[in-house]
């Protein structure tokens, strides 16, 4: 009797897991041949209102301008530092130039840069206020990008 009731409640417990349909979906075809109503079409990518969206497309910028020393040729200096420095304060006596602001920045061996040596400053371009010193140092400076020179 055991071996009887063990037997059934295998088949109790073993029959749900069996599927009654085949495993591969049949198709459409198949089914209105069976007379079966066809399958409602599959979602294979996402809707079109529910896609995501990479967000507003950026304005074009304009190409920056060129940047203009309006006090003469941008400069190629080897160092640029203030009139406080002991080196350019030197240099300043010996040229005889008084500046009145230490804190004024200087520009120590300067040379203008034009045409296509423009973008071939390995050190500092600055636009400087008084280049009247040939060169050798070069009083107001401040720095401007290279790139943009």
Same mark, same amino acid.
Request: proline residues 10%; positive net charge; hydrophobic residues 35%.
């Given at each position: 009797?055991?071996?009887?009731?063990?037997?059934?409640?295998?088949?109790?417990?073993?029959?749900? &897991?069996?599927?009654?349909?085949?495993?591969? *979906?049949? #198709?459409? %075809?198949?089914?209105?041949?069976? /007379? @079966?109503?066809?399958?409602?079409?599959?979602?294979?990518?996402?809707?079109?209102?529910?896609?995501?969206?990479?967000?507003?497309?950026?304005?074009?910028?304009?190409?920056?301008?060129?940047?203009?020393?309006? &006090?003469?040729?941008?400069?190629?200096?080897? *160092?640029? #530092?203030? %009139?406080?420095?002991?080196?350019? /304060? @030197?240099?300043?006596?010996?040229?005889?130039?008084?500046?009145?602001?230490?804190?004024?920045?200087?520009?120590?061996?300067?040379?203008?840069?034009?045409?296509?040596?423009?973008?071939?400053?390995?050190?500092? &371009?600055?636009?400087?206020?008084?280049?009247?010193?040939?060169?050798?140092?070069?009083?107001?400076?401040?720095?401007?990008?290279?790139?943009?020179?």
């Amino acid at each position: 009797m055991r071996l009887g009731t063990f037997i059934i409640a295998l088949f109790v417990v073993a029959a749900p &897991t069996v599927d009654a349909h085949p495993s591969a *979906k049949s #198709t459409n %075809a198949e089914r209105l041949a069976r /007379g @079966l109503p066809p399958l409602p079409p599959a979602r294979r990518a996402t809707h079109v209102a529910a896609a995501r969206r990479s967000g507003v497309s950026p304005i074009p910028q304009p190409e920056p301008q060129p940047q203009v020393c309006e &006090t003469g040729p941008i400069q190629c200096c080897q *160092k640029v #530092t203030t %009139a406080s420095d002991p080196v350019a /304060g @030197l240099v300043l006596s010996l040229l005889g130039v008084v500046v009145k602001d230490t804190s004024t920045s200087v520009g120590m061996t300067c040379s203008p840069m034009s045409g296509i040596s423009s973008g071939t400053c390995a050190t500092q &371009t600055v636009c400087c206020e008084n280049n009247s010193f040939n060169g050798l140092i070069a009083l107001g400076c401040t720095p401007v990008s290279a790139s943009t020179s």
